[in-house]
């Protein structure tokens, strides 16, 4: 079992660098109390003078030239993006390295609060993903969430195939799930691709039903509603009208990137069909 960790730090001009990672494995099951050291260094320094690290190099540099570009082309961007945050969107995606957020979005930093994790999935019951909810609707004030999966997702692909993935298995049953629900309309379809693509739609739409659900958002948006019917009750006789059931936020967008076309396709989201009918249950507020 591990036993202990120990840290030795050397200062070099008022720095403190971690020059030697120990651990040490005591093997109680065997009454062996010897210490063996299972890792000497983690770090790249292996004496008092830092040696680069080859692997990490090319980002250091990237980020320079980053800098660089981006102050010529704005002086004023890294200041401006030192203040507070305040981002009208929040974005549910999947982890995939080929579907970065603000990148298909054409959103700069700043602009959109982002949580990613396998499948894009935002279950009810993890703290993680609702924590992102709580902390962007209640505290940034969003006013948009997006979900986005992708097509060609590895997540619905291994939840559509018989394997036992170990711990991943937990995860991906929430797609199986999503599955189980359309399954009749799912099985009807004989192309395998085509139904993977369904089911990528399918799992987002469910995601975007999730948050539908959420304490969250049903608070936030009964709160906007009556602002909104508030200041339509206090309008001038000259001001525009208000449709409130537009405006009404957070409002929820399904939509699925395709990374052979890098396009973006909005996905019809019917809450009233979907989760109208069903607010005897889901309803926390009435």
Same mark, same amino acid.
């Given at each position: 079992? =591990?036993?202990?960790?120990?840290?030795?730090?050397?200062?070099?001009?008022?720095?403190?660098?971690?020059?030697?990672?120990?651990?040490?494995? =005591? #093997?109680?099951?065997?009454?062996?109390? $010897?210490?063996?050291?299972?890792?000497? &260094? @983690? $770090?790249? @320094?292996?004496?008092?003078? /830092?040696?680069?690290? /080859?692997?990490?190099? &090319?980002?250091?540099?990237?980020?320079?030239?980053?800098?660089?570009?981006?102050? =010529?082309? +704005?002086?004023?961007?890294?200041?401006? %993006?030192?203040?507070?945050?305040?981002?009208?969107?929040?974005?549910?995606?999947? &982890? #995939?390295?080929? !579907?970065?957020?603000? *990148?298909?979005?054409? %959103?700069? /930093?700043?602009?959109? @609060? !982002?949580?990613?994790?396998?499948?894009?999935?935002?279950?009810?019951?993890? %703290?993680?993903?609702?924590?992102?909810?709580?902390?962007?609707?209640?505290? =940034?004030? !969003?006013? +948009?969430?997006?979900?986005?999966?992708?097509? #060609?997702?590895?997540?619905?692909?291994?939840?559509?195939?018989? *394997?036992?993935?170990?711990?991943?298995?937990?995860?991906?049953? %929430?797609?199986?799930?999503?599955?189980?629900?359309?399954?009749?309309?799912?099985?009807?379809?004989?192309?395998?691709?085509?139904?993977?693509?369904?089911?990528?739609?399918?799992?987002?739409?469910?995601?975007?039903?999730?948050?539908?659900?959420?304490? !969250?958002?049903?608070?936030?948006?009964?709160? &906007?509603?009556?602002?909104?019917?508030?200041? *339509?009750?206090?309008?001038?006789?000259? #001001?525009?009208?208000?449709?409130?059931?537009?405006?009404?936020?957070?409002?929820?967008?399904?939509?699925?990137?395709? /990374?052979?076309?890098? *396009?973006?396709?909005?996905?019809?989201?019917?809450?009233?069909?979907?989760?109208?009918?069903?607010?005897?249950?889901?309803?926390?507020?009435?």
């Amino acid at each position: 079992m =591990l036993h202990s960790l120990t840290l030795n730090t050397k200062k070099i001009r008022g720095s403190v660098i971690f020059s030697d990672v120990l651990f040490c494995h =005591l #093997d109680i099951s065997k009454g062996n109390q $010897s210490k063996h050291k299972i890792a000497k &260094s @983690f $770090s790249s @320094f292996s004496g008092s003078i /830092p040696t680069p690290n /080859p692997h990490l190099m &090319s980002i250091l540099e990237n980020n320079r030239k980053w800098v660089a570009e981006t102050k =010529l082309k +704005d002086p004023e961007f890294f200041v401006n %993006l030192g203040k507070t945050q305040k981002p009208k969107y929040l974005y549910f995606g999947c &982890s #995939d390295s080929r !579907v970065p957020a603000n *990148q298909i979005l054409g %959103l700069g /930093p700043g602009e959109v @609060f !982002v949580h990613r994790n396998i499948g894009n999935l935002v279950p009810g019951n993890d %703290l993680n993903a609702l924590s992102v909810l709580e902390y962007a609707v209640t505290h =940034l004030g !969003v006013t +948009d969430i997006i979900v986005t999966g992708h097509y #060609d997702c590895g997540a619905v692909r291994a939840a559509t195939s018989r *394997q036992d993935l170990g711990l991943l298995e937990h995860w991906l049953r %929430l797609i199986r799930d999503v599955y189980r629900t359309h399954k009749d309309y799912l099985d009807l379809i004989s192309n395998d691709e085509q139904r993977h693509c369904s089911l990528v739609e399918l799992n987002v739409i469910e995601q975007c039903l999730n948050l539908y659900k959420t304490g !969250v958002v049903q608070r936030k948006r009964i709160q &906007s509603r009556e602002a909104l019917e508030l200041k *339509q009750k206090n309008a001038a006789p000259g #001001d525009a009208p208000i449709n409130i059931e537009d405006e009404i936020y957070p409002r929820i967008y399904g939509m699925v990137f395709n /990374p052979a076309e890098g *396009q973006l396709k909005k996905l019809t989201v019917n809450f009233a069909q979907r989760v109208g009918s069903l607010d005897h249950i889901y309803g926390l507020y009435h």
